[in-house]
């Protein structure tokens, strides 16, 4: 039998840290160490195997340093981390070897999976733009999931030879037409009651295609915390990033 993996959540207080520090209770082969809501109190999770970050992307970068200057493996869930941040992540495993980073834009396997048939489809398609949802207490603008699904589907494009998506807007209020990730338009809306929603949209001549995820409440984000809490001690790149691998994507 494996024995039980020692947790801490950065983040405790929050909408996903909350859920988190649940879900580690509630799981038989996790225990809680701490979870903590401020930067000062991060020696309390000193002896956790991993730590759970769902705080803020202001802070992240910071707390990941910390982590691996202590040699604790971590399991990031806070958005905001475009290629320069993964390339500092790198540099700080390098300086540490024997820790680990999974980082994952969405821990949703049906969102996951909603990333990607959105890059299997994307060399099919003129067009493809990206719309999220989610709740107005949201700190950033575009999602993490929306980026990375955007950054997957202008690579696939880019492999296939694709040109760029035919767009006549000649004249445009600044924003109409969303912001650009990697060439494909993401728009961004905070709609009250809504947790974290996505429609990818393709088409061509004759032919859409909508994939849409939806997630209904923080819990569907758990299964996927809780699998790279127990796999990332293990995991093969010292850091991941995405759940895909982890599920065999
Ligand atoms: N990857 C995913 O599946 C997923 C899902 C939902 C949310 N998120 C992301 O997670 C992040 C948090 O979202 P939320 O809705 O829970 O936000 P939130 O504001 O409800 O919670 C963040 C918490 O972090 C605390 N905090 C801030 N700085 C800290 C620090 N240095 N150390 C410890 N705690 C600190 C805050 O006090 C707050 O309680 C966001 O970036 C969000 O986009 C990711
Ligand atoms: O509620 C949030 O904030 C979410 N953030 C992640 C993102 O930015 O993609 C994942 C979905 C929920």
Do not use: C
């Not at 939806?214 to 127990?230: A, H, I, K, Q, Y």
Request: hydrophobic share 45%.
């Amino acid at each position: 039998m494996r024995p039980v993996i020692k947790v801490g959540v950065f983040g405790a207080l929050g909408r996903m840290g909350s859920e988190v520090v649940r879900a580690v209770e509630a799981a038989a082969d996790t225990e809680l160490v701490a979870g903590i809501d401020s930067p000062d109190e991060r020696e309390k999770v000193l002896g956790s195997d991993v730590v759970v970050d769902f705080t803020h992307p202001d802070v992240v970068m910071d707390n990941l340093r910390w982590l691996v200057d202590h040699g604790i493996h971590a399991v990031v869930g806070t958005s905001g981390f475009d290629e320069a941040k993964l390339a500092e992540v790198r540099r700080l495993l390098d300086a540490r070897p024997g820790v680990n980073v999974l980082v994952a834009p969405n821990f949703g396997i049906a969102a996951v999976l909603m990333m990607h048939f959105a890059a299997k489809a994307a060399p099919y398609f003129e067009s493809a733009e990206v719309i999220e949802l989610h709740h107005p207490n949201k700190a950033d603008a575009p999602s993490g999931t929306a980026y990375r699904t955007a950054e997957l589907i202008g690579a696939a494009r880019a492999e296939a030879g694709l040109a760029a998506a035919p767009d006549a807007t000649t004249s445009e209020l600044p924003g109409a037409r969303g912001a650009q990730v990697e060439g494909v338009r993401v728009h961004a809306l905070r709609i009250t009651g809504m947790i974290a929603h996505q429609e990818v949209v393709f088409g061509t001549h004759g032919e859409t295609l909508t994939i849409r995820h939806d997630s209904m409440n923080r819990e569907s984000f758990m299964p996927g915390v809780l699998l790279g809490v127990r796999r990332v001690a293990d995991l093969p790149d010292r850091l991941t990033v995405g759940l895909e691998s982890l599920l065999g994507l």
